[in-house]
Every structure is written in C-alpha cells, then in structure tokens.
C-alpha cells in the first residue's frame, strides 16, 4: 500500500522561502509519477508540479514556474518543492499525490490525471 507524508510546511512572510517534502512508501520498482497540488477553502484543488521519478524534469503549472523548484532524491521515493519568493496568494494546503507504475512519464503532467494516492497535506501560511 502506498503512503505519502508530506512536511515542511509553516508560517513565513512574503518574500522568504520553504522547502516542502513528501516521503513514499510502499513504491515498486521502476518510474512513478509524483506531484504536488494545492488548495484553498472554497477552491478546487490545483496542480502545482508534477515530475516523472526516473530521470524526469518537472512539469510546472500556473505561476509556480517561475518561483518554485520540484525534485526527487535518486531513490524516487522523495519529492520536493522548493518555494522561492513567496506570495499571500500561496497560502493553502499543499497535498503530494502519486500515480504508480504509469505506462509512461507523459502520464505525469496530465491533468487533471489519474492521480491515485494522497498525502493528508502540509499548510502553508504566507503574510504580508
């Protein structure tokens, strides 16, 4: 059975930064695709960036481009996004999600995807 755990998250005010991590468990050999997304009270969630565990680059969504970073140790069983220049507008509750065993890493940055495992998420808080 798969598992996500997500940490990282906090309060911080506008301008700083955070490091976001999702631990797998539960993987099997080969690629996965892992994301994450975000959502806000009232709001559908989102996808903020996706990325294909063997050898993948990220795919990013919306205004994440240009401020955040998402990578995965070797093992493929982390993920992470770097968050740079944080804006009021980020605050939500950031959730990983993974597909496993995708035909193929194009899978990854479909949305809204088949995305069939959830962590409980991590909030982040971003103030003036």
């Known amino acids: 059975q798969v598992q996500l755990v997500e940490s990282g998250g906090g309060s911080v005010r506008a301008g700083e930064s955070l490091k976001l991590s999702c631990e797998a468990s539960?993987?099997?050999?080969?690629?996965?695709?892992m994301a994450w997304f975000r959502q806000t009270p009232g709001k559908e969630r989102e996808p903020v960036a996706s990325?294909?565990?063997?050898?993948?680059?990220?795919t990013y969504f919306g205004s994440a481009k240009d401020r955040f970073i998402a990578s995965t140790n070797d093992a493929g069983n982390t993920l992470y996004l770097r968050m740079n220049l944080l804006k009021p507008e980020d605050t939500a509750m950031y959730y990983c999600?993974?597909?496993?065993?995708?035909?193929?890493?194009?899978?990854?940055?479909?949305?809204?995807?088949?995305?069939?495992?959830w962590g409980q998420g991590t909030q982040v808080t971003v103030s003036f």
């Open positions: 990325i294909y565990t063997y050898r993948g680059s990220p």
């Open positions: 999600a993974a597909i496993t065993a995708p035909p193929g890493p194009w899978v990854c940055g479909d949305w809204p995807g088949p995305w069939n495992y």
């Open positions: 539960g993987f099997t050999a080969g690629g996965n695709c």
